[in-house]
């Protein structure tokens, strides 16, 4: 079959209670796409609109986790929407073949649904049916935001398309705000993606119960077990931040863009900060051990001034670094004992200068007397002859 004279569909890729999803060729441009044809216009009376409000919130949005709108227009009384074609399976899909993902590759999803919403979000669009069969993983399992189908436009004061009090969404994934009836914002797709990690990481969605209303009051009242507690091996601070997406207040959960920074940076890993800079010292008006003052010279008393000895006390630079201090105490504890050596030194040298004197000095006790009969004599007569 040919669609407005340009796309011709092959193999059907889905079918639902809207419409269904053909595999095509653009033959003007020779790429495959994805048309999706509106069954009916009649059976409901919002699917038009609604379908036309797809065309144009996906049309506003150029994004890489996004899937692209190219064309929409009617063909045969049924309206037509010309997408990008993704060569990949839904996360729904990948969920009943896997059961779970490992911790990396959901914080993987979750960085790139993240960004998804921000851009979205940045326009002014709430989804409103995040879940995994609305996450598409392309060839190289790249997420891409689909299913526009029910988002509004935060400037839409009516609410979107449905009846007063109608809740649209589905009731697993569905905001504590959601289930009171509350307007849907951006805090509510955030909630809606911390459901789809949590089913990722568990292989179950945070609440199930018998019935959709049941599950509304989980939503509303239950805290969620924490997944870990399930099984799940994951990081405490993936978790924690996990559990964060879950809060029951709109303003206690991460925005979009909050949320693909924290992802994508690693930061799930738990990885400790890194230390701040060191600053250097500040100088205290204290005695620096580590500095020695200017030299000084130290003269030891002696009976021999010109023989006095002398201790040089050697001068360090007053600006010697910390990385020294503990060396130049060590040489204030060892001047003292150098010291005391060279005044012991000094006393020896004066003692002997002493006993020399003594020994060379003239002094008659020190003289020989002479012996009876000798011929020798101390001395003379003022004469010169004997007596």
């Known amino acids: 079959m040919l669609i407005a004279g340009r796309y011709r569909l092959h193999t059907t890729l889905g079918r639902g209670a809207m419409g269904e999803v053909w595999r095509a060729q653009d033959e003007m441009i020779g790429r495959p796409v994805a048309v999706k044809l509106l069954l009916s216009q009649d059976a409901d009376p919002t699917a038009a609109a609604r379908f036309r409000l797809e065309a144009q919130t996906a049309g506003r949005l150029n994004h890489p986790h996004v899937v692209g709108v190219l064309d929409f227009g009617s063909f045969e009384d049924r309206l037509f929407l010309v997408m990008e074609l993704i060569e990949g399976d839904s996360l729904s899909h990948v969920l009943a073949t896997t059961g779970t993902l490992p911790a990396e590759r959901v914080a993987r999803i979750a960085a790139q649904a993240a960004a998804g919403l921000a851009a979205a979000h940045q326009q002014g669009i709430v989804h409103r049916d995040i ?219 004066l003692l002997a200068v002493l006993v020399g004197v003594a020994w060379f000095s003239p002094d008659s006790s020190s003289a020989e007397t002479p012996r009876p009969g000798s011929d020798s004599t101390v001395g003379s007569s003022p004469t010169g002859a004997a007596p």
């Not at 589905?170 to 959601?178: G, K």
């Not at 509304?216 to 924690?240: I, M, Q, S």
């Not at 600053?279 to 030299?295: F, I, S």
């Open 131 to 349: 879940k995994p069969g609305n996450l598409m993983l392309d060839a190289d399992g790249n997420v891409k935001i689909g299913d526009f189908g029910i988002a509004r436009f935060m400037d839409d004061l009516a609410g979107g398309l449905t009846a007063t009090g109608q809740i649209v969404g589905t009731s697993l994934y569905l905001a504590p705000e959601r289930a009171l009836g509350k307007t849907a914002g951006p805090p509510s797709d955030m909630y809606s993606l911390g459901c789809v990690l949590y089913q990722l990481l568990t292989g179950r969605p945070p609440f199930q119960a018998a019935s959709a209303v049941a599950i509304l009051h989980h939503h509303l009242d239950t805290a969620p077990t924490p997944p870990r507690e399930l099984g799940a091996e994951l990081p405490p601070a993936f978790e924690n931040y996990l559990l964060g997406l879950l809060a029951k207040q709109p303003d206690d959960r991460p925005t979009a863009q909050q949320a693909a920074s924290w992802y994508s940076t690693g930061a799930w890993q738990g990885r400790p900060e890194p230390l701040p800079a060191v600053r250097p010292a500040q100088r205290r008006n204290k005695p620096d051990l580590g500095v020695v003052g200017p030299a000084t010279t130290y003269a030891l008393p002696s009976a021999a001034p010109s023989h006095g000895a002398t201790v040089t006390r050697d001068v360090a630079g007053a600006r010697r670094s910390r990385r020294r201090r503990r060396s130049g105490v060590g040489e204030l504890l060892t001047q003292r004992p150098r010291a005391v050596g060279a005044a012991a030194g000094a006393v020896v040298f």
